[in-house]
Protein backbone atom coordinates (compact mmCIF):
# COMPACT_ATOMS: atom_id res chain seq x y z
CA UNK A 1 0.00 0.00 0.00
CA UNK A 2 1.46 3.63 -0.90
CA UNK A 3 2.32 5.84 1.85
CA UNK A 4 -0.05 8.73 2.11
CA UNK A 5 0.93 12.02 0.84
CA UNK A 6 0.97 14.85 3.62
CA UNK A 7 -0.82 17.90 1.96
CA UNK A 8 1.20 20.60 0.34
CA UNK A 9 1.82 24.19 1.65
CA UNK A 10 1.80 26.48 -0.38
CA UNK A 11 -0.14 29.31 0.51
CA UNK A 12 0.05 29.15 4.78
CA UNK A 13 -1.63 32.32 6.11
CA UNK A 14 1.31 34.48 7.98
CA UNK A 15 -1.33 37.68 9.05
CA UNK A 16 -2.65 37.34 12.30
CA UNK A 17 -6.40 36.02 12.60
CA UNK A 18 -8.90 34.70 15.19
CA UNK A 19 -9.57 31.51 15.85
CA UNK A 20 -12.14 29.47 17.83
CA UNK A 21 -12.21 25.94 18.02
CA UNK A 22 -15.19 24.51 20.56
CA UNK A 23 -15.59 20.84 22.11
CA UNK A 24 -18.35 19.50 23.53
CA UNK A 25 -16.22 16.31 25.23
CA UNK A 26 -14.22 16.22 28.42
CA UNK A 27 -13.22 18.16 30.66
CA UNK A 28 -9.22 19.17 30.24
CA UNK A 29 -7.25 22.52 29.32
CA UNK A 30 -3.74 23.39 28.36
CA UNK A 31 -2.42 22.62 31.82
CA UNK A 32 -3.76 19.42 31.83
CA UNK A 33 -0.98 17.20 30.49
CA UNK A 34 1.16 18.52 32.83
CA UNK A 35 -0.53 16.72 35.38
CA UNK A 36 -2.07 13.55 34.09
CA UNK A 37 -1.99 11.43 30.64
CA UNK A 38 -4.80 12.60 27.98
CA UNK A 39 -5.91 10.79 25.02
CA UNK A 40 -4.68 11.86 21.75
CA UNK A 41 -7.82 14.11 20.34
CA UNK A 42 -7.21 16.34 23.39
CA UNK A 43 -3.54 16.45 23.06
CA UNK A 44 -3.84 17.21 19.37
CA UNK A 45 -5.87 19.86 20.26
CA UNK A 46 -3.66 21.44 22.77
CA UNK A 47 -1.13 21.42 20.14
CA UNK A 48 -2.49 22.88 17.39
CA UNK A 49 -3.92 25.40 18.92
CA UNK A 50 -0.97 25.75 20.69
CA UNK A 51 0.96 26.36 18.08
CA UNK A 52 -1.83 28.71 16.49
CA UNK A 53 -1.09 31.19 18.89
CA UNK A 54 2.47 30.96 18.77
CA UNK A 55 2.18 31.96 14.91
CA UNK A 56 0.54 34.97 15.81
CA UNK A 57 -2.98 34.19 15.85
CA UNK A 58 -5.76 35.26 18.75
CA UNK A 59 -6.71 31.77 20.01
CA UNK A 60 -9.48 30.52 21.90
CA UNK A 61 -10.74 26.82 22.96
CA UNK A 62 -14.11 26.96 23.98
CA UNK A 63 -14.72 23.36 25.99
CA UNK A 64 -15.61 21.73 29.14
CA UNK A 65 -12.66 23.05 30.92
CA UNK A 66 -13.64 23.75 34.69
CA UNK A 67 -12.72 27.32 34.60
CA UNK A 68 -11.27 30.05 31.99
CA UNK A 69 -7.61 30.02 31.90
CA UNK A 70 -4.40 31.70 29.99
CA UNK A 71 -1.86 29.07 28.93
CA UNK A 72 1.11 29.02 26.45
CA UNK A 73 -0.73 32.00 24.51
CA UNK A 74 -4.62 30.42 24.28
CA UNK A 75 -7.18 31.29 26.15
CA UNK A 76 -9.58 28.78 27.37
CA UNK A 77 -13.09 29.26 28.40
CA UNK A 78 -16.19 27.28 29.23
CA UNK A 79 -18.80 26.22 26.54
CA UNK A 80 -21.33 27.23 28.75
CA UNK A 81 -20.04 30.44 28.91
CA UNK A 82 -21.14 30.88 24.91
CA UNK A 83 -19.50 30.95 22.10
CA UNK A 84 -18.85 34.09 20.20
CA UNK A 85 -20.46 34.58 16.82
CA UNK A 86 -17.76 35.87 14.49
CA UNK A 87 -14.21 34.52 13.98
CA UNK A 88 -11.75 34.09 11.06
CA UNK A 89 -11.24 30.17 11.31
CA UNK A 90 -14.36 28.06 13.65
CA UNK A 91 -12.96 24.85 14.16
CA UNK A 92 -15.89 22.25 15.45
CA UNK A 93 -14.31 19.18 16.98
CA UNK A 94 -16.36 15.79 16.32
CA UNK A 95 -19.83 17.24 17.70
CA UNK A 96 -23.11 18.10 15.59
CA UNK A 97 -24.04 20.39 17.61
CA UNK A 98 -20.71 22.66 17.73
CA UNK A 99 -21.75 23.61 14.10
CA UNK A 100 -24.66 25.63 15.14
CA UNK A 101 -22.21 28.23 16.82
CA UNK A 102 -20.15 30.71 15.71
CA UNK A 103 -22.55 31.15 12.38
CA UNK A 104 -21.24 34.37 11.26
CA UNK A 105 -17.56 32.80 11.22
CA UNK A 106 -15.38 33.51 7.77
CA UNK A 107 -14.41 30.12 7.27
CA UNK A 108 -15.90 26.92 8.82
CA UNK A 109 -14.25 23.73 9.62
CA UNK A 110 -15.52 20.56 11.04
CA UNK A 111 -12.44 18.05 12.69
CA UNK A 112 -13.31 14.65 12.38
CA UNK A 113 -11.12 12.24 14.40
CA UNK A 114 -12.86 8.61 14.29
CA UNK A 115 -14.14 6.64 11.32
CA UNK A 116 -16.93 8.63 10.13
CA UNK A 117 -20.10 6.33 10.40
CA UNK A 118 -20.94 8.60 13.16
CA UNK A 119 -21.66 11.29 10.92
CA UNK A 120 -24.02 9.47 8.74
CA UNK A 121 -26.99 9.78 11.53
CA UNK A 122 -29.55 12.54 10.58
CA UNK A 123 -28.50 14.97 13.00
CA UNK A 124 -25.22 15.07 11.52
CA UNK A 125 -25.97 15.24 7.88
CA UNK A 126 -28.63 18.33 8.57
CA UNK A 127 -26.07 20.07 10.24
CA UNK A 128 -23.19 19.42 7.67
CA UNK A 129 -25.75 20.45 4.82
CA UNK A 130 -26.97 23.30 6.52
CA UNK A 131 -23.48 24.85 7.49
CA UNK A 132 -21.22 22.79 4.64
CA UNK A 133 -17.98 23.26 6.15
CA UNK A 134 -15.09 21.88 4.93
CA UNK A 135 -14.28 18.41 7.05
CA UNK A 136 -10.94 17.94 7.97
CA UNK A 137 -9.66 14.27 8.58
CA UNK A 138 -6.33 13.11 10.23
CA UNK A 139 -5.12 10.64 7.52
CA UNK A 140 -5.54 8.94 4.30
CA UNK A 141 -7.67 5.45 5.59
CA UNK A 142 -9.53 8.13 7.78
CA UNK A 143 -10.35 10.18 4.47
CA UNK A 144 -11.94 7.11 2.85
CA UNK A 145 -14.49 6.29 5.69
CA UNK A 146 -17.06 9.42 5.06
CA UNK A 147 -19.04 8.35 1.73
CA UNK A 148 -18.75 11.43 -1.31
CA UNK A 149 -22.42 11.81 -0.95
CA UNK A 150 -21.83 13.32 2.20
CA UNK A 151 -22.35 17.22 1.78
CA UNK A 152 -19.69 19.49 2.98
CA UNK A 153 -17.53 22.53 1.67
CA UNK A 154 -14.06 20.61 0.77
CA UNK A 155 -12.51 18.05 2.16
CA UNK A 156 -8.40 18.02 3.51
CA UNK A 157 -6.96 15.77 4.76
CA UNK A 158 -4.29 17.04 7.72
CA UNK A 159 -2.49 14.47 9.85
CA UNK A 160 -1.78 15.28 13.41
CA UNK A 161 1.74 16.53 14.21
CA UNK A 162 4.22 15.15 16.03
CA UNK A 163 5.08 16.62 19.57
CA UNK A 164 8.48 18.31 19.79
CA UNK A 165 8.99 16.23 22.58
CA UNK A 166 9.41 13.13 20.96
CA UNK A 167 11.63 14.79 18.40
CA UNK A 168 14.79 15.26 19.68
CA UNK A 169 16.18 11.63 21.05
CA UNK A 170 19.38 11.08 19.08
CA UNK A 171 20.61 7.63 17.81
CA UNK A 172 20.90 5.26 20.48
CA UNK A 173 24.18 4.26 21.89
CA UNK A 174 23.53 0.74 21.96
CA UNK A 175 19.81 -1.49 21.23
CA UNK A 176 17.80 -1.56 24.26
CA UNK A 177 17.55 -5.12 26.04
CA UNK A 178 14.66 -7.35 24.64
CA UNK A 179 11.62 -5.24 26.04
CA UNK A 180 8.32 -4.48 23.97
CA UNK A 181 6.16 -1.55 24.60
CA UNK A 182 2.13 -1.38 24.30
CA UNK A 183 1.27 2.50 25.22
CA UNK A 184 -2.45 2.08 23.56
CA UNK A 185 -6.11 1.52 24.55
CA UNK A 186 -5.92 -1.50 26.47
CA UNK A 187 -9.46 -2.38 24.19
CA UNK A 188 -8.03 -2.52 21.08
CA UNK A 189 -6.13 -5.67 20.81
CA UNK A 190 -3.97 -6.17 24.46
CA UNK A 191 -5.82 -9.10 24.90
CA UNK A 192 -4.88 -10.64 21.39
CA UNK A 193 -1.34 -9.39 21.83
CA UNK A 194 -1.12 -11.07 25.19
CA UNK A 195 -1.88 -14.31 24.07
CA UNK A 196 0.65 -13.92 20.97
CA UNK A 197 3.32 -12.23 23.46
CA UNK A 198 2.25 -15.46 26.13
CA UNK A 199 2.42 -18.78 22.94
CA UNK A 200 4.59 -17.22 20.59
CA UNK A 201 6.97 -14.51 21.48
CA UNK A 202 8.62 -14.57 25.29
CA UNK A 203 8.95 -18.30 25.12
CA UNK A 204 11.47 -17.87 22.51
CA UNK A 205 13.26 -14.68 23.78
CA UNK A 206 14.85 -14.74 27.35
CA UNK A 207 14.69 -11.98 29.40
CA UNK A 208 11.95 -10.62 27.22
CA UNK A 209 9.67 -8.19 28.78
CA UNK A 210 6.59 -6.38 27.55
CA UNK A 211 5.63 -2.81 29.12
CA UNK A 212 1.93 -1.98 29.01
CA UNK A 213 1.36 1.38 30.04
CA UNK A 214 -2.30 1.64 30.18
CA UNK A 215 -5.66 2.30 31.85
CA UNK A 216 -9.20 3.80 31.81
CA UNK A 217 -8.16 7.18 33.31
CA UNK A 218 -6.58 8.27 29.78
CA UNK A 219 -9.57 8.26 28.12
CA UNK A 220 -12.23 10.59 30.65
CA UNK A 221 -15.77 9.66 31.06
CA UNK A 222 -15.60 7.61 27.92
CA UNK A 223 -12.57 5.18 29.83
CA UNK A 224 -15.13 4.98 33.10
CA UNK A 225 -17.99 3.84 30.55
CA UNK A 226 -15.85 0.81 29.68
CA UNK A 227 -13.65 0.70 32.77
CA UNK A 228 -15.15 -3.27 33.33
CA UNK A 229 -14.22 -4.22 30.28
CA UNK A 230 -10.82 -2.49 30.19
CA UNK A 231 -10.44 -4.32 34.26
CA UNK A 232 -10.45 -7.61 32.01
CA UNK A 233 -8.19 -6.76 30.11
CA UNK A 234 -5.75 -5.68 32.24
CA UNK A 235 -6.30 -8.25 34.59
CA UNK A 236 -4.65 -10.80 32.24
CA UNK A 237 -2.09 -8.77 31.97
CA UNK A 238 -1.09 -8.59 35.23
CA UNK A 239 -1.50 -12.44 35.67
CA UNK A 240 0.94 -12.64 32.86
CA UNK A 241 3.78 -11.42 35.09
CA UNK A 242 5.63 -14.42 35.35
CA UNK A 243 5.65 -14.19 31.41
CA UNK A 244 7.65 -10.86 31.43
CA UNK A 245 4.36 -8.85 31.04
CA UNK A 246 4.40 -5.95 33.26
CA UNK A 247 1.20 -3.32 33.70
CA UNK A 248 1.96 0.10 34.59
CA UNK A 249 0.32 3.07 34.92
CA UNK A 250 -0.19 5.75 31.88
CA UNK A 251 2.29 8.54 32.27
CA UNK A 252 2.82 11.62 30.54
CA UNK A 253 4.41 13.12 28.01
CA UNK A 254 7.61 13.74 29.94
CA UNK A 255 7.95 10.08 31.36
CA UNK A 256 6.33 8.41 28.32
CA UNK A 257 9.10 9.72 26.37
CA UNK A 258 11.75 8.22 29.14
CA UNK A 259 10.00 4.79 28.90
CA UNK A 260 10.01 4.49 25.10
CA UNK A 261 13.84 5.32 25.22
CA UNK A 262 14.13 2.30 27.37
CA UNK A 263 12.20 0.02 24.64
CA UNK A 264 13.22 -1.97 21.42
CA UNK A 265 9.76 -2.45 19.99
CA UNK A 266 6.07 -0.91 19.95
CA UNK A 267 3.77 -4.18 19.54
CA UNK A 268 0.22 -3.11 18.37
CA UNK A 269 -2.16 -5.03 16.43
CA UNK A 270 -4.11 -1.83 15.11
CA UNK A 271 -7.70 -1.37 14.84
CA UNK A 272 -10.14 -0.50 12.71
CA UNK A 273 -11.02 2.28 14.38
CA UNK A 274 -7.73 3.41 15.06
CA UNK A 275 -7.58 6.74 12.55
CA UNK A 276 -4.08 8.00 13.33
CA UNK A 277 -2.97 6.49 16.03
CA UNK A 278 -0.73 8.90 18.13
CA UNK A 279 0.67 6.17 20.31
CA UNK A 280 2.63 4.32 16.91
CA UNK A 281 3.42 7.78 15.90
CA UNK A 282 5.40 8.94 18.71
CA UNK A 283 7.25 5.76 19.01
CA UNK A 284 8.52 5.72 15.95
CA UNK A 285 9.47 9.52 16.10
CA UNK A 286 12.00 8.15 19.31
CA UNK A 287 13.39 5.63 16.96
CA UNK A 288 11.37 2.79 18.22
CA UNK A 289 10.81 -0.09 15.51
CA UNK A 290 6.89 -0.63 15.79
CA UNK A 291 5.30 -4.38 14.45
CA UNK A 292 1.96 -4.05 13.07
CA UNK A 293 -0.89 -5.27 11.51
CA UNK A 294 -2.14 -3.73 8.28
CA UNK A 295 -5.36 -2.74 10.01
CA UNK A 296 -6.77 0.87 9.81
CA UNK A 297 -4.15 3.52 9.63
CA UNK A 298 -1.29 1.17 10.86
CA UNK A 299 0.31 0.95 6.66
CA UNK A 300 0.20 5.04 7.29
CA UNK A 301 2.60 4.83 10.36
CA UNK A 302 5.01 2.21 9.55
CA UNK A 303 7.40 2.07 6.41
CA UNK A 304 7.25 -2.16 6.32
CA UNK A 305 10.46 -3.30 6.64
CA UNK A 306 12.40 -0.35 7.51
CA UNK A 307 11.41 1.28 10.14
CA UNK A 308 9.16 -1.58 11.19
CA UNK A 309 7.11 -4.74 9.95
CA UNK A 310 3.06 -4.99 8.63
CA UNK A 311 2.33 -8.62 9.57
CA UNK A 312 -0.43 -10.09 7.78
CA UNK A 313 -1.26 -13.02 9.71
CA UNK A 314 -0.68 -13.76 14.13
CA UNK A 315 2.59 -15.77 12.93
CA UNK A 316 4.35 -13.39 11.10
CA UNK A 317 3.58 -10.78 13.67
CA UNK A 318 5.34 -13.50 16.47
CA UNK A 319 8.25 -13.74 14.10
CA UNK A 320 8.62 -10.01 13.26
CA UNK A 321 8.59 -9.21 17.03
CA UNK A 322 10.97 -12.13 18.06
CA UNK A 323 13.24 -10.66 14.83
CA UNK A 324 13.48 -7.03 16.07
CA UNK A 325 13.98 -8.14 19.93
CA UNK A 326 16.79 -10.30 19.10
CA UNK A 327 18.46 -9.35 15.64
CA UNK A 328 20.71 -6.13 16.73
CA UNK A 329 21.42 -5.50 13.31
CA UNK A 330 18.60 -5.14 11.83
CA UNK A 331 17.08 -3.01 15.20
CA UNK A 332 19.23 -0.75 14.26
CA UNK A 333 19.11 -0.40 10.58
CA UNK A 334 15.40 0.23 11.64
CA UNK A 335 15.65 2.99 14.58
CA UNK A 336 18.23 4.74 12.19
CA UNK A 337 15.57 4.56 9.80
CA UNK A 338 12.77 5.43 11.85
CA UNK A 339 14.41 8.71 13.53
CA UNK A 340 15.41 10.00 9.19
CA UNK A 341 12.16 9.51 8.07
CA UNK A 342 9.66 9.52 10.68
CA UNK A 343 9.30 12.86 12.59
CA UNK A 344 9.25 15.21 9.68
CA UNK A 345 5.54 16.16 10.14
CA UNK A 346 5.25 17.76 12.72
CA UNK A 347 2.49 20.55 14.40
CA UNK A 348 4.32 23.62 12.55
CA UNK A 349 3.39 21.65 9.49
CA UNK A 350 -0.03 21.10 10.68
CA UNK A 351 -1.02 24.12 11.92
CA UNK A 352 0.28 25.85 8.77
CA UNK A 353 -2.20 23.25 6.77
CA UNK A 354 -4.99 24.70 8.77
CA UNK A 355 -3.49 28.48 8.24
CA UNK A 356 -4.13 27.61 4.65
CA UNK A 357 -7.95 27.45 5.24
CA UNK A 358 -8.11 30.98 6.77
CA UNK A 359 -10.26 33.40 4.02
CA UNK A 360 -7.79 36.43 2.32
Known sequence: MPRPKHPKLTNARSEMATIILADDGIEFDGRTPETRPLGGVESSVIQLMETLAANGHTVTVYNNCLAALHHKGVHWRPIADGVPNRADLYIANRGDKLLKLCRDAKQTVFWTHNPCRYMLKARYLWQLWRRRPVIVFIGSYHATTLPAWVPDGGRRTIPYGLPEIFCRAGAAEAPPGPRAVFTSNPLRGLDWLLDIWAEHIEPQVPGA????????????????????????????????ASQGVRLRDPVDKAKLVEELRLSR???????????????????????????????????????DGKTGFLADDDDAFALAARRVLTDDALWAAQHAQALKTQRQWRWPEAAAAFEELIPV
Do not use: W
Not at 285 to 290: F, H, K, L, N, R
Not at 295 to 301: D, K, V
Open 265 to 303: VMLYQGDINETYCLAVAEAQAMGVPAVLKPIGSMPERVI
Open 209 to 240: ELHVFSGAATYGAAGARKADAMGQVLAKAQAL
